[in-house]
T-cell receptor, first 113, second 113 residues
């Protein structure tokens, strides 16, 4: 069955540093989603990528999907304590749209002030 | 426009009791998905419903778990005769008929004592 591997599992960075989180699949991804989760809260949608080579940015967060649509990276520039949380990548099982998502195990980010 | 509403936020049940988790999707969303997050694990898909229909329940345990999404009212995830292993965070998400994203609720944290 298709799985999503996230790396690293956890990450501790000093405030102001850049960081990258990776999400890798053994099969072609039809839609790749990035979410952020804080303890006790739900998942906050960050970005969705569909096309090979696509890149999206929001504030200091940039997500990319490679040309083969099997790997995505999430890059945070000049990290802040507010970026701390668990980052999850999720993917559609089939065509993008109203299907269901399966998720990686998450990357726990800690930002030290 | 309220987001996905889940209640209760926290639920404590004794072993053998029943747990009922509710999810009201975003206005205009007719697709509902339930996910379970066990401690230190990623999100696992459980069931996908549209109004009055179960579309995909491949992630539901065979026994004690059921879900419904009636014509009127919220979607309900029901767990009968709960056991300690059912303790987890249960998240609901919704999507529009032909949306490009899933909106998650804040989750219900079930503790079985």
């Amino acid at each position: 069955s298709q799985e999503l591997e996230q790396s690293p599992q956890s990450l501790i960075v000093q405030e102001g540093k850049n960081l990258t989180i990776n999400c890798t699949s053994s099969k072609t991804l039809y839609g790749l989603y990035w979410y952020k989760q804080k303890y006790g809260e739900g998942l906050i949608f960050l970005m969705m990528l569909q096309k090979g080579g696509e890149e999206k940015s929001h504030e200091k967060i940039t997500a990319k999907l490679d040309e083969k649509k099997q790997q995505s990276s999430l890059h945070i520039t000049a990290s802040q304590p507010s970026h701390a949380g668990i980052y999850l990548c999720g993917a559609d099982r089939g065509r993008a749209g109203a299907n269901n998502l399966f998720f990686g195990t998450g990357t726990r980010l800690t930002v030290i002030p | 426009n309220a987001g996905v509403m889940q209640n209760p936020r926290h639920l404590v049940r004794r072993r053998g009791q029943e747990a009922r988790l509710r999810c009201s999707p975003m206005k205009g969303h007719s697709h509902v998905y339930w996910y379970r997050q066990l401690p230190e694990e990623g999100l696992k898909f459980m069931v996908y419903l549209q109004k009055e229909n179960i579309i995909d329940e491949s992630g539901m345990p065979k026994e004690r778990f059921s879900a419904e999404f009636p014509k009127e009212g919220p979607s309900i995830l029901r767990i009968q005769q709960v056991v300690r292993g059912d303790s987890a965070a249960y998240f609901c998400a919704s999507s529009p008929l032909q949306g490009d994203g899933y909106t998650f609720g804040s989750g219900t944290r079930l503790t079985v004592v």
